[in-house]
């Protein structure tokens, strides 16, 4: 079943906090995202439910196995896609943004035909 394009932003939020701090809670995750706590947390239940994310006793949030992979395949997404429109000549700002759009539409083969290209182009 995919996973809605705004799940894929927290998934994706939250590895980018554990990697850059470790500990994450629904407060960095709301500052990060620039997203109420009360929001923040109502997503979290929907991605514990789910699966995708475990919380502790002290309100430290982790991702799954599954929400790892899910998490992991949209930073890459965005990361391919940031560095291809850069590498297109599309400003830094702009860049960022719509790759953030671009990771939750694009097909697979698209993804992959970009990918393939960016891949090429860095050499």
């Excluded at 590895?15 to 997503?43: H, N, Q, W, Y």
């Excluded at 671009?102 to 993804?111: K, V, W």
Aim: aromatic share 4%.
């Amino acid at each position: 079943m995919p996973i809605r394009a705004s799940a894929e932003d927290y998934l994706e939020t939250i590895l980018v906090i554990s990697r850059a701090r470790g500990a994450v809670r629904s407060i960095d995750i709301a500052a990060e995202m620039g997203f109420s706590k009360p929001s923040v947390s109502v997503a979290m239940k929907k991605l514990r439910q789910s699966g995708y994310v475990a919380v502790d006793g002290d309100g430290f949030i982790t991702l799954t196995v599954e929400g790892k992979v899910a998490a992991e395949a949209v930073l890459e997404r965005h990361s391919t896609l940031h560095a291809w429109l850069r590498g297109i000549g599309v400003p830094d700002d702009i860049a960022a943004t719509d790759a953030c759009r671009l990771e939750h539409i694009l097909s697979a083969e698209t993804y992959a035909a970009i990918k393939r290209i960016a891949e090429e182009a860095a050499g």
